[in-house]
Structures are given as C-alpha cells and as structure tokens.
C-alpha cells in the first residue's frame, strides 16, 4: 500500500498511463492482477462437492438474506448517518455497498481457512442476483427510499451489459480456466498428483496477484487520496464501520446456526466484501472520473483491503478459540 501510494503521488505519470490501459472501462492491470490472483483458488475448489454444498440451506440462504437485504440496508444507513453533509460521497458509498463481491472474496477465503466450494458457489450466486438485481436496488436506495423518508433523492440508471461484462471477466474466466485445469489435470495425472504436487506449486500465484492488485490500486489512486486525506478520512469511517458490523454479525450468525468454521467464514467474508471493480465504474460511468462518488467508489477497496486482511487474522483467532475441539477433517489446511 505504502509503495502503491507513493508511486501515484510522486509519479503521477504512471498513475496516468496505467489508467489508460482499459478495454472499455475494465481497468486492464487491476484485471490482470485479479485473474492471476483468482485462477490459484478456484482451481483448487472440488467441483464435485458444489452439488452437497448447494443443498445446504443453512449457509445459502442466510448468505442471500445478508448479501441483498441487510447489506445495501446497513451502508444506507450508514451513509446517511455519517456523510449527511456530503451528498456526492454518500452515494458512492451506497453504489459500493450494492456491489456484492464475486472477485477477491476468495482470497480472504482462501486464507482465513474457509470452505472453498461453498465460497465459490455463493461468488457464482452473487453474480448472477448482481446481473438481475443491481440496477433494480440502486434506483430502490437512490430514488425511491430517500423519497419514501423525506431525503435527497438522486436519479441513477446503469447498463445491465456492464454488470454482466464485469461478471463474466472478474468471475467468469478464472472459474472457467479453474475448472478445465481440475478437470485436465486429474484426468491426466490423477487427484493425488494434482492436489499434492500441481497446486503447491500455483498457489503463491494468488498472493502474487493479491500484492500486484494492491500496488496497482493505490498507484493509480495515490496523487488524489494523498490531496484529500479529510475527505478520505469521513468516506473510511462509515466503511469501517461496515465491515466491522457486517463480518461480525455474519460471523456470529453463523456460530448461532451451528455452522462448521469454514462455513461461518465464508459467510462471514461473503458478506463483507464488495465488488469495487464495479462499483468504481459505475461511479465513474454514471458521474464522472472527477466526481466526488467515482473518488468514494475508489476509497472502498483502499479501505477493504486491510481491513479484510484484519479480519482474516481476527477469524483465525476466533477459530483457535471456540473451534477447538471441532474434527481436523471439517477444517480445511491453509
């Protein structure tokens, strides 16, 4: 983050040139990074047990409920709450929280410990309730509510074609290539050889693309973050609070139900994380690049990355304590 920074506020030039990088408004080495960072993971998921996984209502539809009804309601709120001066901000905010994650969720995942198949199961149901329902909820949250309660309303409209592009490349090609590389490579060498030798050898990919994204994120951002850091300052409280609320009352939630750690932490991560790739290009496609919600939009995974990265210590904390005597083959290895 610090190297990221300081490359955008002393070298504003490669800020400028690395933004240029796109395919329509896909930001070309954010994608990179997060493919690189993605591909790892989804291919060590066990495509076969996605069936078991999908039956158990327990996890999926408490993953629904937070996801799409108590996420976007907690960043309203918390938007209104603590930005009701700053009307450009408090929007961005509410675009970022419709923005369910279907892209570095599996990261935290991954290295928090949780259950694999199930995370990239509600990733895949993600993506399509984003499909269907994302501009349908930011015309809910952005014009009809504030009018139902006697607050500034703002018109909001968003190609359904852009959400469905940002899904098929952040999620589409690594489950894709995740999936064929299973398939090919345990057809060809076997599952022995291909758990044991193939993915030890892919996995540091995944911290390599997790590290190129960061540096990539915050170059780009550092010349604006760095001019404006009151501003930053009153967009990162109400996401902190955020992330604090919804991956607490997620993890509990899941302890409440008698879910096993890895469940609980994909439901936990799950629900705290948040697709920033699209929430920054709607942002900025709807407002502008100069805009007070495209800077909010780019503010959210500046906030979420260390943020997350705490709480997979904070889970591996908690697995230690109250997991203690639940059987080693429910936890999966790091």
């Known amino acids: 983050m610090a190297i990221g920074l300081g490359i955008g506020r002393w070298w504003p030039e490669v800020a400028r040139d690395l933004d240029r990088v796109k395919v329509a408004t896909v ?4 994608a990179v990074g997060l493919l690189v960072m993605m591909y790892p993971v989804l291919a060590k998921v066990r495509y076969a047990k996605l069936r078991h996984v999908g039956a158990n209502r327990r996890l999926l539809v408490p993953s629904l409920i937070l996801n799409w009804v108590v996420g976007p309601a907690v960043m309203f709120a918390l938007a209104w709450l603590m930005l009701p001066d700053l009307p450009a901000y408090r929007t961005g905010l509410i675009i970022v929280g419709l923005a369910r994650c279907i892209a570095m969720v599996l ?3 991954d290295l928090a410990c949780g259950d694999r198949e199930a995370g990239a199961l509600l990733v895949a149901i993600n993506s399509v309730f984003q499909i269907v329902a994302y501009s349908a909820l930011g015309w809910f949250y952005l014009n009809v509510l504030p009018g139902w309660l006697g607050l500034h309303q ?3 409209h968003v190609s359904v074609w852009r959400i469905t592009t940002m899904v098929l490349i952040f999620l589409g090609i690594p489950l894709v290539a ?5 398939l090919v490579g345990e057809r060809a060498k076997g599952e022995e050889w291909y758990e044991n030798r193939f993915i030890p050898k892919i996995s540091p990919l995944a911290l390599y693309g997790l590290l190129f994204t960061v540096v990539v994120l915050f170059a780009l951002q550092g010349d604006a973050i760095t001019h404006h850091p009151s501003d930053v300052a009153r967009i990162a409280a109400p996401l902190l609070v955020y992330f604090a609320v ?4 997620s993890f509990a939630l899941g302890r409440r139900l008698h879910l096993p750690y890895p469940q609980t932490a994909t439901l ?4 705290a994380g948040n ?11 709807v407002f502008g690049a100069t805009s007070g ?8 995974p500046l906030i979420e990355v260390p943020a997350l990265i705490s709480l997979v210590y904070v889970a591996r904390l908690l697995r230690k304590r109250y997991y203690r005597a639940e059987p080693a083959a429910a936890i999966q290895s790091t």
Do not use: D, K
């Open 178 to 182: 995740g999936f064929l590389t299973r």
């Open 246 to 249: 919804m991956w607490g009352a």
């Open 268 to 271: 936990a991560f799950t629900a």
């Open 107 to 109: 990261i935290w995942n």
């Open 293 to 300: 919600e495209a800077l909010a939009g780019v503010v959210g």
């Open 275 to 285: 697709n920033f790739e699209l929430a920054i290009a709607v942002a900025v496609g």
């Open 154 to 156: 703002q018109n909001f």
């Open 27 to 30: 930001s070309v080495p954010i």
